[in-house]
C-alpha cells in the first residue's frame, strides 16, 4: 500500500509514496509530525505493516 | 410694603399685614401655578431641576420633544444592578456612553428592532454597520460552499478514506459507498443570500450498527479558536448557525467535538418541512475541561453534522461528555432512506450567545484560507482552472526539477498527489516533451516544494517551462496540510 521514495537528493528516505485507488499517487514527508497522512501512515504502521521498499 | 413675586415661578408673596381680602385668592393661583408645572403631559411651566448628590430623579413615564414626541424611554428590571452612565467632556474628550454597576464584567447591547441596522458615522459617512460588518467573526472555513478545488463541482462518494468533498469540508463514513456529496447537488435554489450549498444523497437504505457513524465535519485549526479558550475556565460560548433543507423531517443531529475525540457536545437540530430551506441557530456554552490545542496549527473544534450515528457514538443533547460523540441519541438518520437528502450552507460558527447575519468574506480572501490546507495546480475536471506555468530546470536525462512557491503557506509541511499529468509538458529552447510523470522525494516545506516532472523521452539539457494544459481534463496535482 505504501511504498517508500528514493530521494533525488542525499540518501535519507524522506518520502512514502501511496497509489489512492483512483489513479492518483500522493507522496507523504515522513519527517511532519502535523501531516495528517503521515499521522495515518504511521498508525497504519503500528497496525503491523510494513512499507515496500524504494525502486532501486 | 407692596405684594412681590418669587424669582422662578413669579408666584405672588402677599404683603405682611395687608392683602387682608385678597391674600387666599393669591395663594390659590401660586398653588395652582405650582400644580400645572406637574401636568401629565408635560405642558407646564418650563422650570430648571437640580437632583443633587445622593438624590435620584424617578423616572417611570416617557420623555418627550418639545412637540409633545415621546423622545426617550426607560424600562425597569426588577432587582437590577447594572446600568448606563452618561458621562461629558472637555475639549478635545469625547463624551462617553458607558456600562457600570454592581457586575464585574458588564457587555453592553445595542438592539434594533425588526431589520433596523446599527450604524455608526465619522464625518457624516457610515464606517460601520453591524448588520455587514464584524468580518472574520466565523470559524468556519467556506461555510458558504463556495470553494471547491478538489472536485469543481462533481460528486464525490463518501468512502472509508473519510474524503475531503468541498474545501475544509469533509465526508466521514464507516462503510463506503452510502453517501454521495457535491456542491449543488440537486440543482434547487439556494437560500437568499447564497449562491451555493454542499449536498448530500444517502445512495442505500443503510440500517446503522452501533458503531456506525456518517457525517460531514470540518475541523478549526488551534490558532482559529484560541480566543474561545476552551478547556480553560474561561470558555466561552459560541453560537452555531446554518441554512438546512432534507428530503426528510423530524429532529437531525451533530455534535462538537475536540481533535482527540474525548469531549463531545451533541446537539439537535429540528426540520418541519421537506423539501424546504430553514434557518437554525444553536448556542452551545464552551467547554471547560478537555484539551483543544488553543494555539497551534492543529485541531482545535471539530463541528459534525450527522447524516446517521449510531448508539455507540450517541449522546444526550446539549450536555458536554467526556467521550467520543458524533450526534444526539434519536437522530434522523439521513442514509438510512435510499435517495434522502441532506443540503447545507451558511454554515457559521461565531463567538457569543447570538447568531448574527452571515460572515460573506470576498471570494479571493475565502479561497486563500482554503489553501492553507489544500491547494491545486493545474485544471480539475472539465470546467476546472485554466493550466499553470513552471520553471523546469533539467537535473538528468529523464528528471526536471520543478519549483512551486505556494499561492499561500500551507498548516504544516503538505503530501503532494500526481492528480494526472494528461497534457503536461516541457518546452525548453531546443524540445518539446510530453510530461509522463510529476512526483516528491524530497521533503517539501510549508511554503515551497521542488516537484520532479519525468519522462519516457530523454530530456535535453538546459531549462525550460513546464506547464500543465487547462481546458477540456484533468490535469493537476495538489499539495495538501489537511486536519
Redesign the interface.
Known sequence: MYQLVTPIIGTEVQIVKKANGDGTITFIPLNAPQNSDYIAFLKWIEEGNVPTPADE | MADTTTTNLLLTKPEVGASTDTWGTKINTDLDSIDAIFAAAGTGTSVGLNIGSGKNLKLVGDVIDTNGNELLKVSATASAVNEVTLANAATGVAPTLTASGGDTNIGFKLVSKGTGEITAKVNGSDVFNASSSFGFKNRIINGAMVIDQRNAGASVTATT?NLYTLDRWQSVASVTSKFTVQQNAGSVTPPAGFTNYLGCTSSAATSLGATDNYQIAQTIEGFNSADLAWGTANAQTVTLSFWVRSSLTGTFGGAITNYSLNRGYPFTFAISSANTWEQKSITITGDTSGSWNNGT??GGIVLRFSLGTGTTYSGTAGAWAGSQLFSATGATSVVGTNGATFYITGVQLEKGSTATSFDYRPYGTELALCQRYYQVYGSVGSTGTNGDVFIGTY?NSS?LFVPVQYEVPM??????????VSGAQWSSQTQDVTITGF??????TPRTAFV?ATSSAAFSAGNGLVYTNGGTTTNAFSF????
Open positions: 478514506a496549527n492543529s537535473r528528471t498548516r504544516t509541511t503538505p503530501s503532494f498527489t500526481q492528480i494526472s512526483s516528491l522525494s524530497n521533503t517539501p520532479q495538501s496540510a489537511e486536519l
